[in-house]
């Protein structure tokens, strides 16, 4: 079965000037450009090929593959604005995809990077991405547990941090008190749950909880103490800033990082910082 936005493996029934026509089952024969074909195609051959349309609305198909395909979520550039019709986005192939009026959450400007779903549209069979993304987001409860590790793709800046679809399945938040430094729109993470709410909405942390956490920063803490000369200007009364400058992490996990150290008996904590203990 051909799906148009997908891969799909067609055999080669003729060969004619402007490239071969492969077999697209119920959607007739699909032209793959001349461009594409290997020399020395015969009738008969498989080729895995990415189906869409062309500028002039034919099915074609190509052995390249786009940034995204129908039913995934990405990040793509803004190559241009038609105000009347909509923004047309890089994906990766020589035609750009469409991201209509109709479908932006918000206007989009050239050059900038957008999360976007792409889809075909029913009505007119072509596929076009939205940014629109609440509506492409699977609405049952999530299952996920604290700790869950997640993969995450930056969707939007927002006052308390960022929207990041979680799995490509729901929309979650990392906190801006809790990063290391600022994301970008369109930077896929590995994260994990810090907590699924009882609305369903799902907090999010880049940091994995408990010991897994913990350990690590506590080592790092020890080598920056070894190299300061057993001494460093940091301590549970410090900024966040201060924290992330010097650690790349949140305040919440250098206190736990310190007050283990410190119940270890390996540092002293005082007014002015940090320091190994004798």
Known sequence: ???????????????????????GGARGEILMPGRYVPKGTLVGELFDVFV????????VATPERPLAMVGEFAALRVSSVNPR????????????????IREQSRRVS????VVAYVFVDV?????????????RLNVTPPAYVPGQPVELLVAARTALGYSAIVCSAHMGLLYHNELPEPLKVGQRLDG?????RPDGKIDLTLNPSGYGRVAPLKEQ?????????GALPLSDASSPAEIRSVFGVS???????????YKERRITIGERGIRLAP
């Open 85 to 100: 019709i909509g923004a047309f986005l890089d994906w990766g192939l020589a035609k750009d995809l469409l991201l209509p």
């Open 1 to 23: 079965m051909t799906l148009i936005g997908r891969r799909s493996r067609l055999w080669v029934t003729r060969i004619a000037t402007p490239g071969v026509y492969l077999d």
């Open 221 to 229: 803490v020890l080598e920056a103490l070894a190299a300061s000369k």
């Open 251 to 261: 305040k919440k996990a250098f206190k736990q990082a310190i007050g283990a150290l």
């Open 110 to 113: 050239p050059g900038e990077t």
């Open 192 to 196: 994990y749950v810090r907590a699924v």
């Open 52 to 59: 869409h349309r062309d500028s002039e609305d034919r099915l």
């Open 123 to 135: 009505k007119t069979d072509r596929i076009v991405a939205t940014t629109r993304l609440e509506r």
